[in-house]
């Protein structure tokens, strides 16, 4: 690379004229005068990828902010200061007093760097790059790694289901005292889920952890998120798949949420996941385990575990919504599904249009579950005409599981049996806390903004 590239790594066109216009360059500390404000930071490269219209700054509170070219006024060089993003690497200790953690990888970023070549957040995940980037682990358990897949969580299908099931299998085999699993937040619950049935009777925490904010931001919630997993993994007796994320949007605690009870429930938010219908398992942090819910199971000392990763994937969710058409059944039983899982409104309904397209459904062979788009609440289809009409068709009521636990139950059922009653058994026989006998006083709780008794509690509350 030439000193001229080297000084502009990634700008080009507008983008390169403005850096040569005020004579500053990749690393410059600047001032810059827009039209939109005042900026201070250093000029950071770009994405070979990027567009040309944007100088990007990293500002002194840490976070990157693109600045229009065509709004700039003027650009001051104050000083260079130049970033090392390599996470620096160190040799895990290893104490034999400690409690020994396998953390798998899937894809999910837990530590990381950034990449200015391509503008890439890369995940450090060898036990030294670990180490490097967050040394409390090192207090808490000997660590080892592998790296099971790498792709996005919406890319996360049955192959690496199944895959992950079995390396735990392995894992719990070998004797290790905990494992956590590294995922991506958006489908980490439909993750959970699986690994609650496809692995059963755990001796050892399962932990399922992510980060809403990577580790270059300074809001990022990785680090904390990963000792609370490991912590838990490590210390906690309870032997259950988990997921382990913030509680409150700040930094007090994380909580550990049973893993066919939980979902994720805002896009950016890093308190995202909630348990629903139930309270979640415990509280941890950096004092310890604060258990909430005392009906889990407990560690054990043996190596027993149960693994079956059946799985159909010839199942669908369909969410109902008013004048949904019957042709949306119909396709998935021309195209040969062999399950469906409906979000019926309200008690668990849809339109009577659909009865006929349900009914062949049934008569082909399908197997239709009911779950509510409410998410909390029971489905309930004696209580109407037209819940037990649908329930003539071959509908069968699914209790309080979630639709996308409903989903992964039914796919891992008919990976068994196409038996209808034998099915029915498997999806109504509660294997993980997916059904449960009722729902908690305080496993509602949906707080309005505007209302003076919320306002009043949110005032008392530090987020």
Known sequence: MSATEEKYKGYRGKSLDCLK??????????????????????????????DDQHVVIKIHNGYNVGIDV????????????????????????YDPAKPNVKLFGTGG???????????????????????????????????????????FSENMGPEQWKGTAEAIGREIEKGVDGIVIGHGTDTMHHTAAILSFMVQNSPVPIVMVGSQRSSDRPSSDAALNLMNAVYTAAESDMAEVMVCMFGPTS???????????????HSSYRSTFRTIGDIPLAMVSRSGIRILKEDYSKRRNDKNVKINTAFDPRVSIVYYYPNMQPDIIDSLVDN?????????????????PLYPALRRAFEHGVHIYMTVQTLWGYVQMFVYDTGRDIMDLGVVPAANMLPEVAYMKLCWALGQTHDREEVREIMCTPIAGEITEREPHNGYIILQGGIPEVEEFLSKYNR
């Open 336 to 352: 040969g599904y062999k399950g469906i899982v409906i979000a019926g409104t309200g008690l668990g309904h849809v339109n009577k």
């Open 70 to 93: 065509d709004t700039i006024k003027s650009m001051k060089e104050l000083g260079r200061i130049e970033a090392h993003y390599k996470i620096p690497e160190k040799e895990f200790p």
């Open 251 to 265: 930094d007090e605690y994380g909580l550990l949420h049973r893993g066919t009870r939980v979902r994720k429930m």
């Open 21 to 50: 216009r005020f004579d500053v360059g990749v690393w410059s500390d600047v001032t810059i005068e827009s039209t939109r404000g005042t900026f201070s930071g250093v000029i950071l490269p770009r994405s070979e990828t990027a």
């Open 109 to 151: 970023t837990i530590a990381s760097r950034l990449d200015y070549r391509t503008g890439a957040v890369i995940p450090a995940f060898s036990p030294g790059e670990l180490y490097g980037s967050v040394p409390e682990l090192a207090d808490i358990c000997n660590l080892k790694t592998e790296k099971l897949y790498g792709v």
